[in-house]
């Protein structure tokens, strides 16, 4: 007994060792006010700290082997790769104040400028003349510098307080760059520290992944005539700010997943060289604001103003499921366009039907083949045997993903599904001839066969069709709020086109497949809050170029208040993740981002970093969470408040309440700036929110000059109902003569959500 003690304490003993001896990358943020004057610079101070700790076989002969990055911009600190009893000698050494083991995140167009309203005749597009200037970063997988998205053609030189340059590596030198595309780096060294024995394939920044190139067109890219992907959405490509300059940061590769040491120094980099606008199409959860690097960079970046925008992540329709809702940045979530992509299915009789299809193949002189119902198509040896047939199939049981699973795995030469559901975004783009039928045509089909004694049938592919209705909705997977990082501020903020988005691709890389041959096309449809938030990014460029002296928290004020939540049917905005019912705030923010309108708001919610930080106080963070993400320790909290001055209302209405008080009083104040010229008066409109009374004192405000400031009060009290019973409404501030409305969601909500 003894003896197996001794041998179970030995192996613990060597598992101890061997967990405090192992090396892992950590960030490391450092009080800048605590270096002592004896060093030149942050980073020999930094290099000073890790040649100090008692490990030093980490370190090598000059001292710099565990060292990653060195941070100036996103955050004072620097990126190390060390055991755990060296991070705890650096957590004693002075000047420390926290640290994050590096992790990886989520990486979460022809048509969409014209269904957003942008147009050369008037609006956001003539008056901010493109973006013109702009300077628009994003970080991302790379960018592909040949596609025709960044001809340069009609570009402005490049701004003279650009500071970035092209960096040369494989496949890629700075002559790639031109005046569209002005800056192009790429980060791995926390990857590599991750995985020292990986191989980076392409060590540029280069885009051999598709992402960075389809958000960075999407946001800024050149117009091109004549785009389309396979003969769908044909017209001409361009993105949102398409006079904007573009700059791509390279931190997320093929080899291994992001890593956030990577991305915070293409932060810190971008900072640095001097970008207006920041699109960041990825997101982690579950991390409190202090201890999460890209809330802590942004906050950097706001403070420099530069605007950021972000996607809210794909993990919906589930609640609390956004990432990315930090109080700082635009939080994007993804919506659909009224543009539809067709396959026909024609019958024997000469009827044919429509269904929704993405089959990148060409059968349009294709002989007619003999069509079959299967009713689910589920039985393998039912598909056998119709083999090189058309099989129609009844999805009675939303069974869609088993149907389309088993007939792409079979020989049958097509199919046509009969369906209900109206979440079929990823089952169009198929290696199989297959389109997608409602029920009502789908009976004229049924009605065939059943009549016919031998059935024929044709399908045919890469139609088009615009002004579909209703649109937009929701995207189902579309991440829903409210945010677990900061629960008091109503995220996400509004909703962009993200379903189905055609933008620009790498020539040499493929999009799909038929009958296992490669598919490529110098442009892919895709969908995501990846797609939405560069949508996004872009009408801030626009902004941006129109009022170059707007702080960031005003163009997304400017954005939200002016968001559309009636579709093109004049009906509320529907989610598809919620049975195509109403969309609610937490799932589309404010509503649909409409950019000219966003270009004369009439009122702004505006915010310096003194609120946020009074909101980081409000929130019980330490003075040393504080520092870690103010970077400063020059900050007052004498007056913690969760108010800030947003352009949204959420309210919580189960904590600190007893039986005997049943209801409760919630308050919030906020302070508008008139954008407006002369006198205007501004007359406050509630929308009903049920057993919840809504007040707003004053219910007038006027305005006898531009940029003067009115502050009000807005009241909601309520019931402690059952959890998470949710009641929304809005409060528009409406100008007398009709021009302008100032629109803000509100949200009462007794969902339990403790910050983390």
Same mark, same amino acid.
């Given at each position: 007994?003894?003896?197996?003690?001794?041998?179970?304490?030995?192996?613990?003993?060597?598992?101890?060792?061997?967990?405090?001896?192992?090396?892992?990358?950590?960030?490391?943020?450092?009080?800048?006010?605590?270096?002592?004057?004896?060093?030149?610079?942050?980073?020999?101070?930094?290099?000073?700290?890790?040649?100090?700790?008692?490990?030093?076989?980490?370190?090598?002969?000059?001292?710099?082997?565990?060292?990653?990055?060195?941070?100036?911009?996103?955050?004072?600190?620097?990126?190390?790769?060390?055991?755990?009893?060296?991070?705890?000698?650096?957590?004693?050494?002075?000047?420390?104040?926290?640290?994050?083991?590096?992790?990886?995140?989520?990486?979460?167009?022809?048509?969409?400028?014209?269904?957003?309203?942008?147009?050369?005749?008037?609006?956001?597009?003539?008056?901010?003349?493109?973006?013109?200037?702009?300077?628009?970063?994003?970080?991302?997988?790379?960018?592909?510098?040949?596609?025709?998205?960044?001809?340069?053609?009609?570009?402005?030189?490049?701004?003279?307080?650009?500071?970035?340059?092209?960096?040369?590596?494989?496949?890629?030198?700075?002559?790639?760059?031109?005046?569209?595309?002005?800056?192009?780096?790429?980060?791995?060294?926390?990857?590599?520290?991750?995985?020292?024995?990986?191989?980076?394939?392409?060590?540029?920044?280069?885009?051999?992944?598709?992402?960075?190139?389809?958000?960075?067109?999407?946001?800024?890219?050149?117009?091109?005539?004549?785009?389309?992907?396979?003969?769908?959405?044909?017209?001409?490509?361009?993105?949102?700010?398409?006079?904007?300059?573009?700059?791509?940061?390279?931190?997320?590769?093929?080899?291994?997943?992001?890593?956030?040491?990577?991305?915070?120094?293409?932060?810190?980099?971008?900072?640095?060289?001097?970008?207006?606008?920041?699109?960041?199409?990825?997101?982690?959860?579950?991390?409190?604001?202090?201890?999460?690097?890209?809330?802590?960079?942004?906050?950097?970046?706001?403070?420099?103003?530069?605007?950021?925008?972000?996607?809210?992540?794909?993990?919906?329709?589930?609640?609390?499921?956004?990432?990315?809702?930090?109080?700082?940045?635009?939080?994007?979530?993804?919506?659909?366009?009224?543009?539809?992509?067709?396959?026909?299915?024609? $019958?024997?009789?000469? =009827?044919?039907?429509? /269904?929704?299809?993405?089959? #990148?193949?060409?059968? +349009?002189? @294709? *002989?007619?083949?003999?069509?079959?119902?299967?009713?689910?198509?589920?039985?393998?040896?039912?598909?056998?045997?119709?083999?090189?047939?058309?099989?129609?199939?009844?999805?009675?049981?939303?069974?869609?993903?088993?149907?389309?699973?088993?007939?792409?795995?079979?020989?049958?030469?097509?199919?046509?599904?009969?369906?209900?559901?109206?979440?079929?975004?990823?089952?169009?783009?198929?290696?199989?001839?297959?389109?997608?039928?409602?029920?009502?045509?789908?009976?004229?089909?049924?009605?065939?066969?059943?009549?016919?004694?031998?059935?024929?049938?044709? $399908?045919?592919?890469? =139609?088009?069709?615009? /002004?579909?209705?209703?649109? #937009?909705?929701?995207? +189902?997977? @579309? *991440?829903?709020?409210?945010?677990?990082?900061?629960?008091?501020?109503?995220?996400?903020?509004?909703?962009?086109?993200?379903?189905?988005?055609?933008?620009?691709?790498?020539?040499?890389?493929?999009?799909?497949?038929?009958?296992?041959?490669?598919?490529?096309?110098?442009?892919?449809?895709?969908?995501?809050?990846?797609?939405?938030?560069?949508?996004?990014?872009?009408?801030?460029?626009?902004?941006?170029?129109?009022?170059?002296?707007?702080?960031?928290?005003?163009?997304?004020?400017?954005?939200?208040?002016?968001?559309?939540?009636?579709?093109?049917?004049?009906?509320?905005?529907?989610?598809?993740?919620?049975?195509?019912?109403?969309?609610?705030?937490?799932?589309?923010?404010?509503?649909?981002?409409?950019?000219?309108?966003?270009?004369?708001?009439?009122?702004?919610?505006?915010?310096?970093?003194?609120?946020?930080?009074?909101?980081?106080?409000?929130?019980?963070?330490?003075?040393?969470?504080?520092?870690?993400?103010?970077?400063?320790?020059?900050?007052?909290?004498?007056?913690?408040?969760?108010?800030?001055?947003?352009?949204?209302?959420?309210?919580?209405?189960?904590?600190?309440?007893?039986?005997?008080?049943?209801?409760?009083?919630?308050?919030?104040?906020?302070?508008?700036?008139?954008?407006?010229?002369?006198?205007?008066?501004?007359?406050?409109?509630?929308?009903?929110?049920?057993?919840?009374?809504?007040?707003?004192?004053?219910?007038?405000?006027?305005?006898?000059?531009?940029?003067?400031?009115?502050?009000?009060?807005?009241?909601?009290?309520?019931?402690?109902?059952?959890?998470?019973?949710?009641?929304?409404?809005?409060?528009?501030?409406?100008?007398?003569?009709?021009?302008?409305?100032?629109?803000?969601?509100?949200?009462?909500?007794?969902?339990?959500?403790?910050?983390?």
């Amino acid at each position: 007994m003894a003896n197996c003690i001794a041998l179970c304490f030995c192996f613990l003993s060597i598992l101890f060792s061997f967990t405090m001896s192992k090396t892992e990358t950590y960030i490391i943020h450092m009080d800048l006010s605590a270096m002592p004057k004896v060093f030149s610079s942050h980073h020999s101070w930094y290099l000073t700290t890790l040649a100090s700790i008692s490990d030093s076989s980490n370190l090598g002969s000059d001292n710099k082997k565990s060292h990653v990055y060195t941070y100036t911009n996103a955050i004072h600190g620097f990126s190390a790769s060390l055991s755990l009893s060296e991070l705890e000698v650096i957590k004693n050494s002075p000047g420390y104040l926290s640290s994050t083991k590096d992790m990886t995140v989520k990486i979460d167009t022809t048509h969409t400028s014209q269904f957003l309203g942008l147009n050369s005749n008037s609006g956001a597009w003539p008056k901010s003349d493109y973006g013109k200037g702009v300077i628009v970063g994003l970080v991302d997988t790379g960018i592909w510098p040949e596609s025709k998205s960044y001809n340069d053609n009609g570009m402005t030189d490049v701004p003279s307080r650009w500071k970035g340059e092209c960096e040369s590596g494989t496949q890629f030198n700075s002559s790639l760059c031109n005046k569209k595309l002005i800056g192009a780096r790429y980060f791995n060294k926390g990857l590599i520290a991750s995985n020292p024995n990986i191989t980076i394939g392409m060590n540029s920044a280069r885009d051999t992944e598709g992402h960075g190139t389809h958000t960075s067109s999407t946001a800024a890219g050149s117009r091109v005539e004549s785009a389309s992907y396979f003969g769908y959405a044909p017209g001409a490509a361009t993105g949102m700010a398409p006079k904007a300059h573009v700059a791509m940061y390279k931190a997320l590769f093929d080899e291994g997943p992001p890593m956030l040491s990577d991305i915070l120094a293409a932060i810190d980099q971008a900072i640095e060289d001097g970008v207006d606008v920041l699109s960041m199409s990825f997101g982690m959860d579950g991390r409190p604001l202090y201890d999460d690097p890209v809330a802590v960079a942004s906050f950097a970046a706001m403070e420099k103003g530069i605007f950021v925008s972000t996607s809210a992540g794909n993990e919906g329709p589930d609640d609390e499921s956004v990432h990315n809702g930090t109080p700082w940045v635009l939080t994007v979530a993804a919506g659909t366009v009224d543009r539809e992509f067709i396959g026909t299915l024609t $019958l024997g009789n000469g =009827v044919s039907v429509t /269904g929704l299809s993405l089959y #990148p193949g060409n059968l +349009s002189s @294709s *002989s007619e083949s003999s069509i079959v119902f299967l009713n689910s198509c589920l039985e393998e040896k039912e598909l056998e045997k119709n083999a090189y047939k058309i099989v129609v199939c009844y999805d009675a049981n939303g069974s869609i993903s088993d149907q389309v699973y088993r007939v792409r795995n079979s020989n049958v030469s097509g199919s046509a599904f009969i369906t209900n559901t109206t979440d079929l975004e990823f089952y169009l783009q198929n290696e199989f001839p297959a389109t997608f039928l409602n029920f009502q045509d789908g009976d004229k089909v049924l009605e065939y066969i059943k009549n016919s004694p031998s059935p024929k049938g044709k $399908l045919e592919f890469q =139609v088009t069709h615009l /002004g579909a209705k209703p649109a #937009p909705k929701v995207a +189902s997977y @579309s *991440s829903r709020g409210p945010s677990q990082s900061c629960p008091f501020i109503l995220k996400p903020d509004l909703m962009a086109p993200g379903a189905l988005i055609l933008a620009s691709w790498p020539e040499k890389l493929s999009v799909g497949e038929i009958k296992t041959r490669e598919l490529f096309s110098n442009y892919n449809i895709l969908s995501g809050t990846s797609m939405s938030c560069p949508h996004a990014a872009g009408v801030a460029a626009l902004l941006k170029g129109a009022h170059p002296k707007w702080s960031p928290a005003a163009i997304r004020s400017a954005m939200m208040t002016t968001t559309d939540a009636l579709d093109n049917t004049g009906e509320p905005i529907r989610d598809i993740g919620n049975n195509n019912n109403a969309a609610n705030p937490l799932a589309m923010g404010a509503g649909h981002i409409n950019p000219n309108k966003a270009l004369d708001p009439g009122l702004i919610y505006d915010i310096i970093p003194q609120d946020y930080i009074n909101l980081l106080c409000g929130l019980d963070f330490t003075s040393q969470q504080i520092k870690t993400i103010t970077r400063s320790s020059s900050y007052s909290c004498s007056n913690p408040s969760l108010d800030l001055n947003y352009p949204s209302f959420i309210g919580y209405f189960n904590w600190n309440s007893s039986k005997s008080d049943p209801k409760r009083i919630q308050e919030f104040k906020r302070t508008v700036t008139n954008l407006g010229d002369g006198m205007l008066t501004y007359t406050a409109k509630l929308t009903s929110m049920g057993e919840y009374k809504v007040s707003v004192e004053p219910d007038k405000l006027v305005f006898k000059e531009k940029y003067e400031k009115q502050s009000y009060k807005l009241r909601i009290e309520g019931p402690l109902l059952v959890d998470n019973f949710l009641a929304y409404g809005s409060l528009c501030w409406v100008e007398s003569s009709g021009k302008y409305v100032v629109k803000s969601p509100i949200v009462a909500t007794t969902i339990r959500m403790d910050p983390l």
